[in-house]
């Protein structure tokens, strides 16, 4: 692992500066910080009766690590981190296993958790050797269909074990990096955050800001539209080991198996996947997050929120002209990075504390309501007729849970 004094460390040590990118430090009101200090474990059904004194030896020196590329990157928020790989060792491996769940299904190897953990060790080090000296090939994932709330299928990706424990590996590294970088209202899929967490900002912002007008976006096929060339730029910004690029265009290679035959294409990154959802945010965090920052201090001539959980994102504004701005010059900016808004699932309504009365003045009815994270939100009041934002579970998610429910009886 990492020893002797930080400066003379050349795992950690950045030479080049990054390109130019506004710094992260801005928050939306209401919205607390809640990146840990610390990464945290994901909980693995099946596995708490593994816990030895050489697990326990393995997190501290893995925590450790990650502890000081995080200081790093937030002490150096314009250099690139060149010496990366060696940091997917054995230890890191072995946690990053650790974290997969024991009963998940298998890729296209057919390998399961407990076939590979019953030899554990020799297969870690083989894995360790391979990945080093760039032996390491990923293999195509697997694709399978989970049916929606609205009665369609989604396809998800699923990687062969080796590749979800190296997907992993690498993940914990970059998110040490990127959580030092991400935005305060960027919510999904990161450690110490949640999808509650994203609709508390949301709610907190409408009441604490003069928010009339709800921008309700939805950008069509993120995962699937995702360009490749794009995405490798923004994580050079950060990532200047070319090794650790390597690993992570060979995944987005590899390609998806259905019915027995491989296709390979040029954009998108497999929804399912271990290393997706960061690759989605960093994605996101340099075509969306730091321009919508930057337009909210320097366009907006009122109060201005925003909440984003992965590819779902609502803003708030106190002015329509506002919001129409922004929703303009959005579907320009996401159209230079490949990505476009959903027609249907895009739109801008009337909603805050004042929608109500200056509906009911333009003989209008009741305020319209949003969906965001499976729930329905509703302008309401409270018993002593104040402005009270109700939450209900939108009704195709109860219909699906009632029918799982079912089901299972």
């Given at each position: 692992m990492m020893n002797g004094p930080e400066k003379s460390d050349p795992a950690i040590v950045a030479t080049k500066p990054t390109n130019k990118a506004e710094p992260s430090a801005e928050r939306s009101v209401g919205e607390p910080y809640a990146a840990e200090s610390v990464e945290q474990r994901a909980g693995t059904k099946g596995n708490a009766g593994q816990q030895s004194t050489r697990r326990t030896q393995c997190r501290e020196s893995v925590s450790q690590a990650l502890e000081r590329i995080r200081k790093v990157a937030r002490e150096r928020k314009k250099e690139r981190f060149t010496a990366l790989l060696h940091h997917i060792n054995i230890d890191l491996l072995e946690e990053a296993f650790y974290e997969l769940k024991a009963n998940a299904a298998p890729g296209v190897d057919r390998l399961t958790w407990k076939d590979y953990q019953a030899n554990l060790?020799?297969?870690?080090?083989?894995?360790?050797?391979?990945?080093?000296?760039?032996?390491?090939?990923?293999?195509?994932?697997?694709?399978?269909?989970?049916p929606k709330p609205d009665g369609r299928q989604r396809p998800l990706a699923v990687a062969a074990l080796e590749d979800k424990i190296v997907q992993r590996a690498v993940a914990a590294l970059l998110n040490a990096i990127y959580e030092e970088d991400f935005l305060g209202f960027s919510y999904g899929f990161r450690p110490g955050r949640g999808a509650h967490d994203a609709m508390d900002a949301l709610c907190v912002g409408i009441h604490s800001k003069k928010v009339s007008y709800i921008l309700d976006a939805d950008i069509r096929s993120f995962f699937d539209e995702i360009s490749w060339e794009w995405l490798v730029r923004f994580l050079e910004h950060r990532i200047g080991d070319r090794r650790i690029i390597?690993?992570?265009?060979?995944?987005?290679?590899?390609?998806?198996?259905?019915?027995?035959?491989?296709?390979?294409?040029?954009?998108?990154?497999?929804?399912?996947?271990?290393?997706?959802?960061?690759?989605?945010?960093?994605?996101?965090?340099?075509?969306?997050?730091?321009?919508?920052?930057?337009?909210?201090?320097?366009?907006?001539?009122?109060?201005?929120?925003?909440?984003?959980?992965?590819?779902?994102?609502?803003?708030?504004?106190?002015?329509?002209?506002?919001?129409?701005?922004?929703?303009?010059?959005?579907?320009?900016?996401?159209?230079?990075?490949?990505?476009?808004?959903?027609?249907?699932?895009?739109?801008?309504?009337?909603?805050?504390?004042?929608?109500?009365?200056?509906?009911?003045?333009?003989?209008?009815?009741?305020?319209?309501?949003?969906?965001?994270?499976?729930?329905?939100?509703?302008?309401?009041?409270?018993?002593?007729?104040?402005?009270?934002i109700k939450r209900k579970t939108r009704r195709d998610r109860m219909r699906a849970k009632l029918r799982e429910i079912k089901e299972a009886m």
């Open positions: 060790g020799c297969n870690l080090e083989d894995l360790h050797g391979r990945v080093q000296r760039g032996a390491y090939r990923a293999l195509p994932s697997r694709r399978v269909y989970i390597r690993l992570i265009q060979k995944w987005l290679r590899a390609g998806i198996l259905e019915d027995g035959v491989v296709s390979v294409s040029d954009k998108g990154t497999g929804q399912g996947s271990v290393i997706s959802p960061l690759l989605a945010n960093v994605y996101l965090h340099f075509a969306l997050d730091l321009w919508a920052a930057r337009w909210r201090r320097r366009e907006a001539t009122g109060d201005m929120i925003i909440v984003r959980y992965a590819d779902d994102f609502i803003i708030g504004f106190q002015h329509e002209s506002d919001a129409r701005r922004f929703l303009d010059e959005m579907r320009k900016r996401l159209g230079e990075f490949a990505l476009s808004l959903h027609p249907e699932k895009t739109r801008l309504i009337e909603f805050g504390r004042f929608a109500a009365k200056r509906r009911k003045r333009r003989g209008l009815g009741k305020p319209e309501t949003f969906d965001f994270l499976g729930f329905s939100f509703i302008c309401g009041k409270t018993r002593s007729d104040k402005f009270q």
